[in-house]
T-cell receptor, first 115, second 117 residues
Framework: AQTVTQSQPEMSVQEAETVTLSCTYD???????LFWYKQPPSRQMILVIR??????QNATENRFSVNFQKAAKSFSLKISDSQLGDAAMYFC????????????FGKGTRLHILP | EAQVTQNPRYLITVTGKKLTVTCSQN?????MSWYRQDPGLGLRQIYY???????DKGDVPEGYKVSRKEKRNFPLILESPSPNQTSLYFC????FGLGTTNTGELFFGEGSRLTVL
């Protein structure tokens, strides 16, 4: 069965600095999606970035980028120029491309931004 | 506006009093799912549905029921709520299966905070 592990329950970063959140997953499949979702204090789940496993190029969305290492089954999120609005819980998620009825979430990393 | 709508957003109830949390999406998604979020445990899947009249258990289905009579609606039913069902609940939807419209992304409702006394 697939698993997703976020090893950092909490992290802090100074405003304007860069921070990397780690995520590892376990799967025997070759085609899948990976996601990072952000949950701010409003509790809304917001998609930050997505990566398709067949794409070697790392996804980027403005200040957010990922380091996708398929062989190592690692999918870290880098936030550049951290802003106060980035303070949130971040969830890593895995979804099989062929058996996509199951979506597996990590337990989350709470990110604090220090002014 | 494309959205997933859950109601109620907040609810306090007592043990044993049946309740239903509604979920509706307007994106013509085949796939819908319910999650509960508890501190330190992340999001755990309760039930999911791949299309009308097709539902299946997730990881924590005990004490819950669902139905999918229409494509847009996927209500979560707690027949006899207990305090251990106090949680934050999310409904989510997406396209399903291989296809150009399927990006794999889940679209979430705003969450329903349930307290069972």
């Amino acid at each position: 069965a697939q698993t997703v592990t976020q090893s950092q329950p909490e992290m802090s970063v100074q405003e304007a600095e860069t921070v990397t959140l780690s995520c590892t997953y376990d799967t025997s499949e070759s085609d899948y999606y990976l996601f990072w979702y952000k949950q701010p204090p409003s509790r809304q789940m917001i998609l930050v970035i997505r990566q398709e496993a067949y794409k070697q190029q790392n996804a980027t969305e403005n200040r957010f980028s990922v380091n996708f290492q398929k062989a190592a089954k690692s999918f870290s999120l880098k936030i550049s120029d951290s802003q106060l609005g980035d303070a949130a819980m971040y969830f890593c998620a895995y979804r099989s491309a062929h058996r996509d009825d199951k979506i597996i979430f990590g337990k989350g990393t709470r990110l604090h931004i220090l002014p | 506006e494309a959205q997933v709508t859950q109601n109620p957003r907040y609810l306090i109830t007592v043990t044993g009093k049946k309740l239903t949390v509604t979920c509706s999406q307007n994106m013509n998604h085949e796939y819908m799912s319910w999650y509960r979020q508890d501190p330190g445990l992340g999001l755990r899947q309760i039930y999911y549905s791949m299309n009308v009249e097709v539902t299946d258990k997730g990881d924590v289905p005990e004490g819950y029921k669902v139905s999918r009579k229409e494509k847009r609606n996927f209500p979560l039913i707690l027949e006899s709520p207990s305090p251990n069902q106090t949680s934050l609940y999310f409904c989510a939807s997406s396209f399903f299966g291989l296809g150009t419209t399927n990006t794999g992304e889940l679209f979430f409702g705003e969450g329903s905070r349930l307290t069972v006394l």
